[in-house]
């Protein structure tokens, strides 16, 4: 990657100290594995909102896919197509939406962004059912972009071949800063921002699942549930708007006593390693989101080097699972994991 998209792809917001520890809880959870259970017919398939994965993994939804490759999105499906792994594909995408959704069948999650109205943000979701959508992911730990310190540093700039594609027909919020304005960020832009309210209104309004994606707290994700959410991904964007807000790691346990064993809390931030995605699952998740890691293998290679991130992943997850004494992800249990947090 060139120096700008480093900053931009691989970087957190402010000392990075969340993106950082995202990663580092991983490694203060040890695993006690099981030892000579009968482990024919294994497999790492899983189900989640009742569709069936290959494995208990998605391609998490990533901006501007297009700076790392020609093509972009289009070519990230490609790989995630020939692994039968999921993708989701992000709202700010470079390239059409129904483009990436022609790829294939499992190229069907799509991920919402808060467009600054309820009318504008379900146009979007319409806009993305028509094209044959069928899993929907509002994102809303970003109401305002993060103190993206190392982007500043490295100069980095969108291109102008490569934009938000699918945003263009929507007009960008207009602000009215009051002249006795006390606060230049919160009058600007609180006045568009979504509310608990908002978000039931387009639960209730849209036809289609819609998980909540960016949750850290209890009782925000218990909200999520009485709202009406198919689910939600417990996430901080990958360290990359809030820095010093807590690992996902840690997040999840509390979570998942909160709202119970049967509700769908999926996770993300900081999986690296095929294990990663065993100890996700022991402590409750029932399935991951995978970003930086895709990044990479698109910009070394396309569709191949995704593909190639893909097996690697799956490969590191079968291995663990058998290791570990785990035939199904059923097996995976709170107790395989000792959290040193
Ligand atoms: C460069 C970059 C762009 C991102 N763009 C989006 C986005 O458009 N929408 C979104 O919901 N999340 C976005 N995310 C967050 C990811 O969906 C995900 O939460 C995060 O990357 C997971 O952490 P990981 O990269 O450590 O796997 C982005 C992340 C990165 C690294």
Known sequence: MSPRNHAYFLAGAGDEQTSAVNESAFRQA?????????LRGGTPETTVLGQKLAAPFLIAP????RLLHQPGETATARGAEAQSIKMVLSAQSSEP??????????????????????????ELAQMALAAGFTTFVLTIDAPV?????????????????????NLAKFASPSFSPRDDAQSVIFDHVA???PTWADVAWLIETFQAPVLLKGILHPEDAAQAQRIGAAGIIVSNHGGRVLDRASATLSALPPIVERLGPGYPVLMDGGIRRGVD???A????AKAVLIGRPIACGLAVAGDLGVSHVLRLLSDEFEI???????ATVQDIRRDLVYLKL
């Open 281 to 284: 699952l022991a402590l409750g």
């Open 97 to 122: 939406l129904d483009e990436v959704r022609a790829v294939g069948p499992g190229s069907d999650w799509f991920q919402l962004h808060w467009m600054g109205s309820r009318q504008a943000t379900l």
């Open 30 to 38: 040890h695993v006690t594995p099981r030892m000579l259970r009968d």
């Open 191 to 193: 006045q568009i921002l």
């Open 145 to 165: 972009q993060g103190v993206r310190d190392r982007e500043i540093e490295a100069g980095f700039r969108l291109p102008p071949d490569v934009s938000a594609v």
């Open 62 to 65: 990533f901006a501007y896919h």
């Open 277 to 279: 995605i065993l100890i």
């Open 320 to 326: 663990a699972m058998l290791l570990s004494g785990c």
